[in-house]
């Protein structure tokens, strides 16, 4: 295998830090190029289509709707010639890279649509594909019943499926009726990994979109039930990202500020930036309703940082696993409010040692090895 074409809806344009996903699926391009030749086709919000040259990597950039991919939805009707146009454009896109670059194996991040057009131009060429899942591809359009007759075909015709959750593994498995291989996502950043000792004032942070499923609004509840007694052990906290709660957020944090809290507010980060954060705080906070395992974890433990989680996904048995952190006892205010006080009276040092062993399971260099020997044997 020494030509591999990766087929995402998540590359990101920019370096701000708000396609999180895509910021994964693009180290794990820069990575798999230093040993193969890597191709990327992406869709994009703009009016014309572009083409990137890197080393040994080149990212194709096609028109879709002239907005992004998250905003169409198969189930609203309106929405259904912007989805069959950018369907038949990735489609015949997918092909032609396949045919000219003479390419041997195509990677679809994530199942739909771009398993969809890995399936079509892998059988048109006479190669193979393989997907892997995000949550959103099982939890939202596994519940359309025609989209999800599309979903089961592409995973049940791929080489080999991946899912970047354990619990999701079998959730796909359950869909296609065949093995799913749990494959963490992670992403290339760079951290000065330390621990503060002795510490008697604490550094929280938050980084994540400000959206109901990544519990934005539960961590606010959490901190206003906090009592002067809590928040004299508290240094500062950090409420770092951006979403469609920002009014929320905004509200909120100011509420907090005016009763003297030291909570501070900022918006969506480069890496650079978010190493930053991590490397300055003590904790960071995880207060999803609804998740698999975020980048944010992987980028925690690489700061050598333990988190807060609420208990949903993945994360319990994390935690459990490489005992890296603290739980709360359900998704709810009231628990998290409790598991920031219940943290003010424990040394994050306590966990770093789960915290390394976790930093080193989430290598990018790991991840892009495996799948490369994965690929390479005979089918």
Known sequence: MNTVLLISTSYP???DGSESAGSFVRDFAVELAQTKKVLVLAPVATDADTIEHADNLQVYRFRGAGKPLSTLSPARPAD?????????????????????????????FWVLPSGYWAKQAAS????????????????????????????????????RNYADGVRLTKEVEEISKRQCDFLPSTRQIEINASCRSNIRKFRFA????????KGSDLLLQALDMLGDNDWELIEELRF????????????????????????????????DAAADLLAWSDYVILPSRIESIPLIFSDTMKAGKPILATPVGDLPELL???????????????????LIRKALHVQPSTFSEGVKMAARDFSL???????????????
Not at 82 to 106: C, N, P, S, T, W
Not at 326 to 332: D, I, K, N, V
């Open 13 to 15: 344009q920019s370096e």
């Open 80 to 108: 259904w010639p912007d989805i069959m146009r950018i369907l038949y454009r990735g489609r015949h896109l997918a092909e032609q890279i396949a045919f000219e670059h003479k390419v041997d194996h195509i990677f679809a």
């Open 124 to 159: 048109k060429v006479g190669i193979d594909y393989s997907t892997w899942a995000l949550g959103s591809d099982i939890w939202s359009l596994a519940n359309i019943p025609l989209v999800k007759s599309v979903l089961k075909n592409v995973l049940l015709d791929s080489r």
């Open 206 to 213: 938050f980084l994540g979109r400000w959206h109901p499923n």
């Open 240 to 271: 770092f990202g951006g979403g469609p709660q920002q009014e929320l957020v905004h509200a909120e944090l100011e509420s907090l500020r005016s009763s003297g809290r030291p909570v501070i507010q900022g918006g969506f980060v480069n890496k």
């Open 320 to 338: 459990h696993k490489y005992q890296c952190g603290l739980l709360a006892e359900s998704c709810s205010a009231a628990a998290l409010s409790q």
């Open 365 to 379: 260099e790991t991840i892009v090895k495996r799948y490369v020997s994965d690929i390479s044997q005979q089918p």
